[in-house]
């Protein structure tokens, strides 16, 4: 049975830094596609980052490129986001899903599994 649990949410002042881990259990995670989403309050889901299993491969939405950095660590079968220069729009509850097969994907509708969210808040 697959997992996923989400931590290190939480607020944080707008220019501030968080990094977001997800902690996968229930299968093979060393072949398995990762991805971040995010949904803001009144907002559908959107993606944020994935990364493929080897982690070679990352793809980011255009306009988070720079500031988050999707990673993950298969020894820990954990991948990580770090967000950095946060601001007030990046509030919203962020969500990690899996995905049978290794690329890295943004449509959501490739992915299996997903965390139950962790909430970020950006204080302006």
């Known amino acids: 049975q697959v997992q996923l649990v989400e931590s290190g949410g939480g607020l944080v002042q707008a220019g501030g830094s968080l990094r977001l881990s997800c902690t996968f259990s229930g299968r093979n995670f060393g072949s398995t596609g990762m991805g971040w989403f995010r949904q803001a309050p009144g907002k559908e889901r959107e993606f944020v980052a994935a990364?493929?299993?080897?982690?070679?491969?990352?793809e980011y939405a255009d306009s988070l490129k720079g500031r988050f950095t999707i990673s993950r660590d298969n020894g820990k079968n954990t991948v990580y986001v770090q967000m950095n220069s946060l601001n007030s729009e990046d509030t919203g509850v962020y969500y990690c899903?899996?995905?049978?097969?290794?690329?890295?994907?943004?449509?959501?509708?490739?992915?299996?599994?997903w965390g139950q969210g962790t909430q970020v808040t950006v204080s302006s």
């Open positions: 990364i493929s299993c080897g982690g070679a491969n990352t």
């Open positions: 899903a899996a995905r049978f097969g290794c690329m890295s994907k943004k449509d959501e509708s490739n992915y299996s599994y």
